[in-house]
């Protein structure tokens, strides 16, 4: 059974970071690309960022390039966002995903999300 845990939510002020964690298990991780999405009240669903098993590489969504960072450790079948000058707009439940490939994210196996709330 493939779980995905999410982890590292929490209340910060603008300015502030946090580290998001996601933990996969049932899976080889290693094989797996990995991204991050988001979903604020009222609104869809949007990417945030995404690393591919090949080769690392990552993505990012504009609207957080500069101030995000991912990471994974497969020796830990982990995942991890770091999250750097948090504005309010940043506010939302962080979805941790897992997929054969970035565009096929969405189709893979998901994390059952953790809050992330930023004052002003």
């Known amino acids: 059974q493939v779980q995905l845990v999410e982890s590292g939510g929490g209340l910060v002020q603008a300015g502030g970071s946090l580290r998001l964690s996601c933990a996969a298990s049932?899976?080889?991780?290693?094989?797996?690309?990995m991204g991050w999405f988001r979903q604020a009240p009222g609104k869809e669903r949007e990417f945030v960022a995404a690393?591919?098993?090949?080769?690392?590489?990552?993505y990012y969504a504009d609207s957080v390039k500069g101030r995000f960072t991912i990471s994974r450790d497969n020796a830990k079948n982990t995942g991890y966002l770091q999250m750097n000058n948090l504005k309010p707009e940043d506010t939302a439940v962080y979805y941790c995903?897992?997929?054969?490939?970035?565009?096929?994210?969405?189709?893979?196996?998901w994390g059952q999300g953790t809050q992330v709330t930023v004052s002003s």
């Open positions: 995903a897992a997929g054969t490939t970035r565009a096929t994210l969405s189709e893979g196996y």
């Open positions: 049932g899976l080889t991780f290693s094989t797996y690309t």
């Open positions: 690393i591919n098993w090949i080769n690392s590489r990552t």
